[in-house]
């Protein structure tokens, strides 16, 4: 579990291709690595990896195909800037919100608005996501933990103040990054919560209105 509170900014420095998956190097800049052992998770840009393998600057994790799919490393290099976070102690101080490291979907920044004191960031998410998205709600972006400032749709706003810019990789942001998100755990356990007796039963099979609507086929 973590927080969404970066403690320090990476650099993957290698990716080494195993089949349909990677064993990622990452220099760990000023994250104090003293106190990692081997299997230890760190969110990395919002992701829960494992430690294979570490030393004083680094630490190496395997990121599986499934993960590759349905998160930010599938457009990831050696040189790309990540935040980092280790996994929260109990007798750690709990500054942001609840982080489980699994990433629900890739946003798209949609448009980022230069103000005197902050900056305004318009994500798009992907519209299976908008439902668990809510007006001063918390969100996950890239592992850091952030408050939604403005909802349309599927596309939401945060603001974003200098210190946030200047210690996380949203500060490298423009129009059209992709990002990782993760929604707040509360909505999702919730929505399952409200279908009640329905919960227990299996999923329909095949192609429904849903179906179609989730995927593109019906226009709103």
Same mark, same amino acid.
């Given at each position: ?7 320090? =900014? ?10 349909e ?14 106190d990692?052992a081997?299997?230890?998770?760190i969110?990395?840009?919002? /992701?829960?990896?494992t ?6 600057? &680094? ?5 599986? %195909?499934?993960?590759i799919? &349905? ?8 040189? *790309?800037?990540?935040n980092?976070?280790k996994?929260?102690r ?26 005197a ?5 318009? /994500?798009?998410?992907?519209?299976? =996501? %908008?439902?668990?998205?809510? #007006? ?20 939401f706003?945060?603001w974003?103040?200098? #210190?946030?810019l ?6 490298t &942001? ?14 999702? &356990? ?7 007796d329905?919960?227990?039963?299996p999923?329909? *099979? ?8 989730e ?6």
């Amino acid at each position: 579990m973590f927080t969404g509170i970066v403690q320090a =900014l990476g650099t993957i420095s290698k990716l080494d291709r195993r089949g349909e998956d990677i064993r990622l190097t990452v220099n760990t800049g000023q994250l104090d690595m003293s106190d990692v052992a081997l299997g230890d998770s760190i969110s990395t840009n919002g /992701v829960c990896l494992t430690v294979v393998e570490f030393g004083d600057t &680094y630490y190496c994790a395997d990121v599986s %195909a499934e993960t590759i799919k &349905y998160t930010g490393f599938a457009h990831y290099k050696a040189g *790309s800037t990540v935040n980092l976070e280790k996994a929260m102690r109990p007798t750690d101080r709990f500054g942001g919100h609840i982080v489980s490291g699994h990433v629900d979907g890739v946003g798209t920044v949609a448009n980022i608005i230069r103000h005197a004191n902050y900056v305004e960031v318009w /994500v798009t998410a992907p519209a299976q =996501l %908008a439902k668990y998205i809510a #007006h001063k709600g918390s969100i996950t972006v890239d592992g850091v933990s952030l408050t939604v400032n403005e909802v349309n749709g599927a596309d939401f706003m945060l603001w974003i103040i200098p #210190h946030t810019l200047q210690e996380t990789v949203i500060g490298t &942001y423009r129009a059209g990054s992709s990002i990782n998100l993760e929604v707040d755990v509360v909505a999702r &356990y919730l929505e399952r919560l409200m279908l009640g007796d329905k919960a227990a039963q299996p999923k329909a *099979s095949g192609i429904d209105m849903a179906f179609l609507a989730e995927n593109g086929f019906l226009r709103k």
